[in-house]
């Protein structure tokens, strides 16, 4: 989590008990909606929910377990008519002291992608806002929106297909002749 300015939403880790579950519940009202919908590119957000617990793990670590739903409206990418998705997933982050950042030109992604720094503060709403960028569907489609084909060549060529450019597809062309040419008798 960044070190910004804590918002509203925002709890601090010193003021958090060691003991006993911290519970949260996110709702964002018409005006929240109206601007994460426009930090993540969304035709229209219709509902968003952020529900789960922050507990201690270990000595100094944080464990945020949490269900996030949403009704998001994208544009479909091959129509560009709205397309309505319902999101329902299980979120976790686990908030390390010592978190250990790779400062490498050319380094790996690390396998656990739930593992995060441990700041002064841990915001549900940031988390809630990740979470939902990353559930999100990549390529919405409207229901029954065919990508067509299109065909391009210059004058007087023949134009390459889709099928054109698959590795076997003169093979199969081939083969069919070779059956007929047997089946005929084929000329020797």
Known sequence: MSQKAPTATALRVAGLSQNAVTPFE???GAAELAGIAAALDLIGLRKLSFVGTLRAQGGADWRLEASLGATVVQACV?????????????VKRIFLRDYTEIDAPEAE???DETVEPLGAWIDPAEVMQEALALALPLY????GAV??????????TTPMRDEDAKPF????GLRARLQSDDDTGGTD
């Open 26 to 28: 996110l709702r964002p």
């Open 109 to 111: 992604m690390p396998e």
């Open 147 to 156: 990508l067509g084909e299109t065909v391009h060549s210059e004058p007087g």
């Open 169 to 172: 597809a003169g093979l199969a």
């Open 78 to 90: 091959v129509t560009l008519e709205p397309v309505t998705t319902r999101i329902d997933v299980p």
């Open 140 to 143: 919405p489609r409207s229901q």
